[in-house]
């Protein structure tokens, strides 16, 4: 009779975590098809105008210099300064992760789970919803205008008196940055944690990740995904007041989360920095003359973006477009009918041969 019991309350766990949204990984992890020089993969926001060259000789000599026998302590603590150093913000004021996803799950766990609230936008990065859910928390999501501007009013309004509000800035998938005060504007005026995901700030015109000096409510979240062309590496960082950073370092993230390895290659492309620059400058061009190809095409609406990414609505498309172009090894995000007419997708902008080829087949295909 235990023995059944057991099993009962076994299937009756697996079942409620069969109920949980499943994460969607980009098309390329279901078709089976390696990565290839052929393949062209806008699918994941990847940075392609970092050299590969740049971040393939970080890593051979961060191999070289690191002692995988001991704990990256040494490589926390040099890291951690340096970077404190490049943002103008005291290192205790820095936690890193496992990418920011990572982050994300902690603040969370540590503020909203169990029947806790957690406030977003619409659209707005998935994970958001997607981690409030395994921690049993109340998911809330806010629409954004028309114009995909935020409601500020609204969504205090919506937030209560109580909760975490995760602002993405520039927002996924929509590509826009919404302005300083209607983001200081929330955080002066709620109760709770604002978290305000920054993960494509360098690609945009401003940064808040200083104010959390002024807002003890205020938690900014980066990643070296994007910026720094590791996300193989899996590397995210918030910066937030000492207090809620160091309970969240010592309290709720597991130790040594980061590998040394990744450390100590982060840290040599910070020493690279005035390269990375040049090379989200190219990115930025690349962007606006993608922008433009993208908006010729008649039935295709492209959006302006502040990110790595544009957002386009293609008229008169179900979502069969995307598999027709993965059909011939081009891979582009789904986002699904957030417009009343058509299908949107999110596209990465990637280097120039590959953006010029992916408006080749759109203009055959559309």
């Not at 205090?156 to 940055?177: D, E, H, M, R, W």
């Not at 604002?194 to 990643?223: G, H, M, W």
Request: with cysteine; net charge positive; glycine share 4%.
């Amino acid at each position: 009779m235990k023995r059944k019991d057991s099993k009962t309350w076994l299937r009756n766990r697996l079942n409620k975590l069969r109920m949980l949204e499943p994460y969607t990984f980009p098309e390329l992890w279901s078709s089976g098809v390696w990565y290839s020089e052929s393949l062209i993969k806008l699918d994941a926001n990847e940075n392609y105008f970092i050299p590969k060259e740049l971040v393939s000789r970080a890593l051979q000599e961060a191999v070289s210099e690191v002692d995988l026998r001991f704990y990256p302590v040494a490589e926390y603590k040099q890291f951690t300064e340096a970077l404190a150093e490049r943002l103008n913000v005291p290192p205790e004021y820095i936690v890193l992760g496992s990418g920011s996803s990572q982050l994300i799950d902690a603040i969370i766990y540590s503020f909203a789970k169990r029947n806790g609230k957690v406030i977003s936008l619409k659209p707005s990065f998935s994970l958001y919803r997607m981690r409030a859910s395994v921690h049993d928390a109340k998911f809330v999501e806010v629409p954004l205008n028309d114009d995909f501007s935020m409601d500020s009013e609204n969504v205090l309004k919506v937030a209560g008196n109580s909760g975490v509000i995760f602002i993405c800035s520039p927002n996924n998938p929509t590509g826009n940055q919404f302005s300083q005060k209607s983001v200081l504007d929330i955080v002066e005026s709620f109760p709770g944690l604002v978290v305000l995901d920054e993960a494509y700030a360098d690609f945009a015109d401003f940064s808040l990740i200083t104010k959390v000096v002024e807002y003890n409510n205020l938690v900014i979240l980066r990643s070296f995904s994007k910026t720094y062309g590791l996300a193989g590496g899996r590397l995210g960082y918030l910066v937030a007041n000492a207090e809620l950073a160091e309970l969240l370092r010592s309290r709720v993230l597991r130790p040594y989360s980061v590998s040394s390895v990744t450390l100590r290659v982060a840290l040599k492309l910070l020493e690279n920095y005035d390269t990375i620059l040049r090379c989200i400058e190219k990115l930025k061009e690349e962007r606006r003359v993608f922008y433009q190809k993208l908006n010729d095409i008649n039935g295709v609406k492209a959006f302006d973006s502040k990110a790595n990414f544009v957002l386009v609505n293609v008229l008169n498309d179900d979502g069969s477009l995307g598999d027709k172009l993965a059909s011939r090894r081009i891979y582009i995000r789904k986002v699904g009918k957030i417009f009343s007419e058509g299908f949107a997708y999110r596209i990465t902008v990637g280097l120039p041969e590959m953006n010029n080829a992916l408006i080749e087949e759109l203009k055959m295909l559309i």
